[in-house]
């Protein structure tokens, strides 16, 4: 069926008459932008860090799959043809399975810690199933949208605080200790500075949809402010993942609004240099700092190699190893098991971080995953309803970036570095999609009366 068939009217068809409460899920939702360590703690010879959402995790998933009309429909996600959740669940069978694989190369040596990131990623990975399934109505889903952004907003407004050093790092000095970007403002998201990068990529989309809806200008206004913080919070973290996904975003926003978009971005434009212009010294001297470290300095030394040369070595260690080891493409490394085999305990890659880590089987559900969540949120553009056609255009535009920021960074999987990036993501995702979801499930019914 052509999409704009599919999605020729959407008020008929998205709701749902059995409707369960919603703040419990948007409650595990704002606990994923909470990344502080609750406590150090030893667990078999293991020192481990527990947050927040370790625990709400369980508690809002029991509450919510006790309820038989969210379990039926969550089941039915599982083995969905048309949504992006089914190679999504095959992924979390492949990356149990791989378990066994990292116990027959490595022992049981990481087994715990292996252990704890395959529980916070099963819990990532079904969540799209879970917004889906709870959020039935056009109305719970604008809900969740804004308080998606406007957590993003906060999380964004303690940053660029501690950009201009008006407050300090929230997190425990053992911790910044590991990384040599600590003095990036991070706020409550991981210490790893791309973490914030990707989510103010997807807070400045997400806020661009809300501002072209939103009436009120003083409103307007405000989120305009935002999204120039969104934009110069990456740029203090000297994050050039950002930077990459960002362009990414923005040829995908020129391939679906052409004449219109140059007009946008051009006055975008205008207002970024305006906004440093008069922003302020402090500003100016931060990103005049970052640019200094991450971009000029390693010019000046290495050449313009120094950009990149960081990931390239670890990519060439990649293609020596499956060269010198090819039966790995056939088992992969083992989840979480990369360091065993080149040294690293990422490939700075997503899509080659899953080839090594499951094999080909693994990579072609991963990229299958990828291209469901594209024809998704492609397919609601056509959507006639104004609201949810406007956010699917700026959700399809950053996923767009998203797979840009996946070339040099495991954006979405199971890295220690970047913390609850994945669920972050899969929760955009699940509630991007949730209408299509909806709008199927009151065409069947409509079949089945007939």
Request: glycine residues 6%.
């Amino acid at each position: 069926m052509h999409p704009k068939e599919s999605l020729t009217s959407i008020s008929p068809y998205f709701q749902n008459i059995e409707k369960v409460p919603t703040w419990p899920l948007l409650v595990l939702m704002v606990s994923l932008f909470y990344c502080l360590p609750l406590g150090r703690f030893s667990i078999g010879g293991f020192d481990s860090d527990f947050r927040v959402y370790d625990y709400i995790f369980p508690l809002v998933y029991g509450y919510y799959l006790s309820m038989p009309q969210v379990y039926r429909h969550f089941k039915r996600l599982l083995n969905s043809k048309i949504l992006f959740t089914n190679a999504l669940w095959i992924l979390v069978i492949l990356v149990f399975v791989s378990i066994f694989i990292s116990v027959s190369y490595s022992g049981f040596e990481f087994f715990l810690p292996r252990m704890i990131r395959f529980y916070r990623l099963l819990a990532y990975f079904t969540l799209p199933m879970l917004v889906i399934a709870v959020l039935s109505t056009e109305r719970q889903v604008w809900r969740a949208y804004r308080v998606f952004f406007w957590t993003t907003a906060f999380v964004a407004l303690i940053a660029f605080a501690q950009g201009l050093e008006l407050i300090p790092s929230l997190w425990p000095e053992y911790w910044l200790n590991m990384y040599s970007e600590s003095d990036a403002p991070v706020a409550t998201l991981s210490p790893h500075h791309k973490h914030i990068g990707v989510i103010m990529l997807v807070g400045i989309f997400m806020g661009l949809a809300y501002l072209s809806l939103e009436q009120n200008m003083i409103w307007k206004v405000i989120i305009g402010l935002i999204i120039s913080i969104m934009v110069v919070v990456p740029i203090f973290g000297g994050t050039r993942t950002f930077a990459l996904g960002l362009a990414g975003a923005l040829l995908a926003y020129l391939f679906i609004q052409r004449g219109k978009a140059i007009v946008v971005l051009s006055l975008s434009a205008l207002g970024v240099l305006v906004y440093f212009q008069f922003g302020g010294e402090k500003i100016k001297e931060r990103i005049e700092e970052k640019y200094e470290e991450r971009v000029s300095s390693r010019i000046e030394k290495l050449g313009y190699a120094g950009v990149y040369q960081e990931r390239t070595v670890i990519y060439e260690d990649i293609i020596g190893t499956l060269s010198n080891k090819p039966y790995l493409l056939i088992t992969g490394t083992g989840f979480q098991n990369i360091f065993k085999f080149i040294g690293a305990n990422g490939a700075h890659n997503n899509y080659l971080h899953v080839l090594m880590e499951l094999g080909l089987v693994g990579f072609i559900f991963f990229i299958t995953f990828l291209s469901k969540v594209w024809q998704n949120l492609y397919s609601m553009i056509h959507a006639t309803n104004r609201r949810i056609q406007i956010v699917s255009s700026f959700m399809w535009v950053t996923f767009c970036g998203v797979l840009f920021t996946m070339f040099v960074g495991e954006t979405f999987w199971a890295q220690a570095a970047m913390f609850t990036l994945a669920g972050q993501l899969s929760f955009v995702f699940g509630l991007s999609v949730a209408p299509l979801y909806w709008i199927n499930q009151a065409k069947t019914r409509v079949k089945l009366i007939k």
